[in-house]
């Protein structure tokens, strides 16, 4: 009987002494008899044969995928490496829970996914002692029309009085106001309107081409007769914000605070390494989501999502068809006029 075996394990003695508080009676039943034994043990293969509970997952190379991301086991080492990697790396930026939540969905799955992000960021030690609060601006906000192409419209601005680093103490925004796609560039302090305007064609014309409109501050640069009469002679309108009133130049101003704030992260023990933190802050901010346009700024502009750094595993699917990716873009430009309206 029961009571006369040998009990080998915890867990059998703790099931022994869960039966001794009822009256039962053991009796063999053979499995032909058996049918609800037969119906229990074949719900696990029928749950795997059912296509539709299983259509959104897929094992590839021995992992375990859920519409296309990597499902990652909840172990708690685990999952902060992931949340650092995603958070405090930078790639992840120190950004806020909407911005490290969006990365992270583009590669994993867990559950209580959102919980775990938010729990992780308002933790930060770096991004309380480096952040700092946001205020609406005072007034009327301004919106310009939105552009109809790519890098035809764009924004610059300046950040000034940075720590010195081999002369360089200035650094040169400039951002599609389209896409949200943004370069950094380091200037010296004594920059002029020519040494812009030649920094300005060798990074950006080289790639962008000549823009449309140029939306910028009342700058010394800007103003100055050299700036204007050059892109005059080019066809490009020079919109600049009226005094008292930088809501009009709204989008480099945020994108200021975005930089300022990265560098603050990963350059406070080291000030002066802002220019070496430069490229990977630009990376960052143009592979994270912006609300603005529903997308990453890459996207926007390449349409596809940017690359990540670790490949889980090898993508064996075709390229698409020159004309798939055509119409794909054009859908993308689309989408992105719609969610700036």
């Not at 058996?34 to 696990?44: E, G």
């Not at 994993?108 to 480096?130: G, N, R, S």
Request: aromatic content about 10%; glycine content about 4%.
């Amino acid at each position: 009987s029961l009571m006369d075996q040998s009990l080998q394990t915890p867990e059998q003695q703790a099931w022994l002494h869960k039966f001794l508080g009822f009256d039962f009676k053991i009796e063999y039943k053979p499995g032909k008899d058996n049918q609800a034994a037969d119906a229990l043990s074949r719900m696990f293969m029928l749950a795997c044969n059912d296509s539709d509970s299983n259509n959104h997952y897929s094992v590839r190379e021995g992992l375990l995928y859920w519409q296309g991301r990597l499902v990652i086991p909840l172990e708690e080492e685990l999952v902060q490496r992931i949340l650092q990697e995603y958070h405090s790396s930078p790639i992840g930026g120190h950004a806020g829970v909407t911005r490290t939540m969006a990365r992270l969905k583009t590669q994993f799955y867990w559950p209580k996914m959102q919980d775990h992000v938010k729990d992780f960021v308002q933790k930060c030690l770096i991004c309380q002692q480096a952040k700092a609060s946001h205020t609406l601006p005072a007034g009327l906000l301004q919106p310009l029309p939105i552009p109809q192409q790519v890098w035809e419209d764009i924004a610059m601005d300046f950040i000034t009085g940075l720590p010195s680093y081999g002369g360089l103490t200035v650094i040169m925004v400039v951002i599609d106001r389209l896409t949200k796609y943004a370069h950094f560039i380091p200037l010296k302090a004594d920059y002029t309107s020519k040494s812009v305007a030649e920094v300005f064609m060798n990074q950006i014309v080289k790639l962008h081409g000549i823009p449309k409109s140029i939306v910028s501050d009342r700058d010394k640069v800007f103003t100055s007769s050299f700036w204007q009469n050059l892109f005059k002679l080019q066809g490009t309108t020079l919109a600049m914000s009226s005094a008292y009133h930088p809501q009009t130049d709204g989008q480099s101003e945020i994108l200021n605070k975005c930089l300022e704030m990265y560098l603050r992260c990963f350059t406070y023990e080291n000030p002066k390494s802002w220019v070496k933190a430069l490229p990977w802050a630009e990376f960052w901010y143009n592979t994270a989501f912006h609300t603005s346009i529903g997308m990453t700024p890459f996207k926007a502009l390449y349409g596809r999502d940017p690359p990540t750094l670790i490949r889980h595993t090898n993508n064996n699917q075709e390229a698409p068809d020159i004309a798939d990716q055509l119409a794909t873009r054009d859908q993308l430009l689309v989408k992105l006029k719609i969610n700036l309206q």
